[in-house]
């Protein structure tokens, strides 16, 4: 059978730069069962938490077996096992998760999940290596207790053993959340495009990925072996043995490309013609400081605090939130820490006691909204924030601004906690610089005034794209229109960014438009002033920005604000930096 074995080239769309060559694991045609969340109703929520104590119950029992059946003298080997059954009798493991489904009332799935990613997160950085491991003690846990709630019968991909290239008709950004690093070396689908949420996140996990390319699925069979070119946007099936040699090698100088660029990430993002940016690094927990640090961000653009506030039927106390502050804030100074206040619902609800019945979350009692509704809660925060001020550099960001006034009650709110903590007489520093994020169309459109109350802007594009464009961000029925490069959303950063200029204010962007290479002529036209982004981003973003000239990009702008659709300013930028940007992702 000849034609099996031909070499074939298959063209896509490059998702996620990046070469890897192995084996192919197919993901059945209509994508994977996959780790979904959905609400359950109060009256379900025993049953739920029956279904989970059972499934717990049930992986212990099989994990006794397996200990059981270890020969006597491989015993010593047995030893992890005995871990992972520790870990399932951990009761403060278990009743988190317990805790989660009733609370928020969702499924058990999401919340082993959940539970199971943030007690992760809070090893993963840690650099003692038992600690480390019991991250993946972790995993293989909760890996078990899924299997029996989702049944044998589903794909999971976080449960993938091998090491392996996905081939998925498709991905969803949350089934592409799930991949676990050291498993998939980089993935394919038949559906898909550059600037879906799916190749954000294959750029953000750092492995290659090409999307768009049609029929991947029929002819690709598993165990064959394919090369996926993610630079190019191309995959090769069934490689000859020369054209092995000749992307091993590729892939050698790409990875020396990418630490030859880490290496320079230390150095400031200065453009052809002199100027400066600022490229921070967004975090949500003080463990990823390390992180920003180590791809040479200029500061945190973005500390997202909800973290805190998960998993708890108490709202955090002010000593505990001041300590993380001022961990962040110590470690990162004198560079600028910045802290967005409580950014819950919406598609974070936190506390199901709190949590509002809402027809449409996005559009609901969320962030600014939910803590004016709970002023003692907020000045709570307040208070931990500007007890850290005295100890860093630090600012604060107000989320989902939609208008005046909610800045007016929050400034309020903010002397009241200056003046409680001057009354107990704590070190505070009420002289920070407090900004909002520019992600409601209503504050985008009214730029101009709300730049007179506040000290800087941050646009944040994944909210701003969802309200402008009327797209519910985590609904992949319409993620095909999700586009940052609609004229419409460039049109808006533009206002805003000429609006804080004309008021002498700063400009950033936290959102993940900033972390995509292809879109730095265009925000540099704009005359951004910083940008905020995932760690693991910071070095291309830099060194990209090296490359580009300002006052060019200020004519291309002119270009890009007559074009019509998003596609065909993709096509210009692809046109006019294409060279650049494909130099720019560490490809020769
Ligand atoms: C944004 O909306 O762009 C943003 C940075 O905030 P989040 O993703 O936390 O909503
Ligand atoms: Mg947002």
């Known amino acids: 059978m000849q034609s099996d074995v031909r070499e074939m080239i298959l063209k896509g769309i490059s998702g996620s730069p990046g070469i890897c060559i192995g084996k192919a694991y197919l993901v059945d045609k209509e994508g994977v069962d996959v780790i979904e969340k959905y609400s359950i109703s109060p009256e379900a929520v025993r049953k739920e938490v029956d279904r989970f104590k059972t499934a717990v119950t049930k992986a212990r029992n099989e994990l006794e077996d397996t200990i059981k059946r270890v020969p006597e003298e491989l015993r010593h080997h047995a030893a992890i096992l005995e871990t992972h059954l520790l870990l399932h009798k951990d009761k403060m493991f278990y009743g988190k998760i ?88 980089g993935f ?14 294959a750029r953000t996990l750092e492995i290659p990925a090409v999307l768009g390319l049609d029929n991947a ?26 054209t092995l040699i000749r992307y091993d090698e590729l892939a050698k100088k790409y990875a020396q490309r990418k630490a030859d660029i880490l290496r320079t990430s230390v150095r400031p993002a200065e453009s052809i013609d002199g100027q400066a940016f600022s490229i921070m690094g967004n975090i949500e927990l003080p463990e990823e400081v390390v992180a920003v640090k180590d791809h040479g961000g200029d500061g945190i653009g973005l500390y997202r605090t909800e973290f805190l506030y998960m998993n708890r039927d108490t709202f955090p106390d002010e000593q505990e939130l001041f300590n993380q502050y001022k961990e962040v804030a110590e470690l990162m100074y004198p560079q600028p820490v910045t802290i967005r206040t409580l950014d819950v619902n919406g598609d974070k609800a936190i506390l199901g006691m709190e949590t509002p019945d809402e027809a449409n979350p996005a559009l609901g009692l969320r962030a600014i909204r939910f803590c004016l509704q709970k002023p003692g809660m907020f000045k709570t925060q307040f208070r931990a924030i500007l007890r850290a001020a005295a100890f860093g550099n630090v600012r604060v960001l107000l989320p989902m601004i939609s208008g005046s006034e909610e800045i007016h009650e929050t400034l309020k709110i903010i002397d009241q906690a200056a003046e409680s ?35 800087f802007f941050s646009i944040g594009t994944n909210d701003l794209v969802q309200y402008t464009l009327a797209i519910d961000r985590g609904n992949r029925q319409v993620a095909y229109l999700y586009n940052t490069l609609h004229p419409a959303v460039i049109r808006m950063i533009k206002f805003v960014v000429d609006a804080g200029k004309k008021k002498q204010i700063k400009t950033f962007m936290c959102g993940e438009m900033a972390a995509e290479i292809f879109n730095l002529p265009i925000l540099m036209g704009i005359g951004i002033d910083a940008l905020s982004m995932a760690p693991q981003s910071i070095p291309s973003v830099k060194n990209m920005i090296r490359k580009i000239s300002v006052s060019e990009s200020r004519l291309f702008l002119k270009e890009v604000l007559k074009q019509t659709s998003a596609a065909d300013t993709m096509q210009l930028i692809t046109d006019t930096y294409g060279k650049t940007l494909t130099n720019g992702i560490y490809h020769t």
């Open 421 to 455: 903590l001057e009354k107990d007489g704590f070190p505070y520093n009420r002289n920070i610089k407090t900004g909002i994020m520019i992600e409601v169309p209503s504050a985008a459109i009214i730029a101009d005034q709300l730049a007179d109350m506040v000290d």
């Open 98 to 185: 317990i805790d989660m489904i009733k609370i928020r009332m969702i499924n058990a799935e999401w919340a082993l999940k959940e539970t199971t990613a943030q007690t992760k997160a809070m090893f993963n950085d840690i650099s003692d290596p038992y600690l480390k491991s019991r991250a993946a003690d972790i995993e293989h846990v909760a890996e078990r207790i899924m299997g029996n709630l989702v049944g044998i019968k589903a794909v999971n991909i976080a449960g993938i053993d091998k090491r392996v290239i996905l081939v998925a008709h498709n991905l969803s950004p949350a089934q592409t959340s799930q991949i676990q690093l050291e498993k998939v070396m």
């Open 188 to 201: 394919i689908t038949d559906r898909g495009g550059r600037a879906s949420h799916t190749s954000i996140i």
């Open 217 to 242: 699925t029929s002819i690709i069979k598993n165990d064959n072996i394919i090369i996926v070119d993610g630079t190019a946007g191309i995959v090769i099936v069934h490689p000859e043995e020369e």
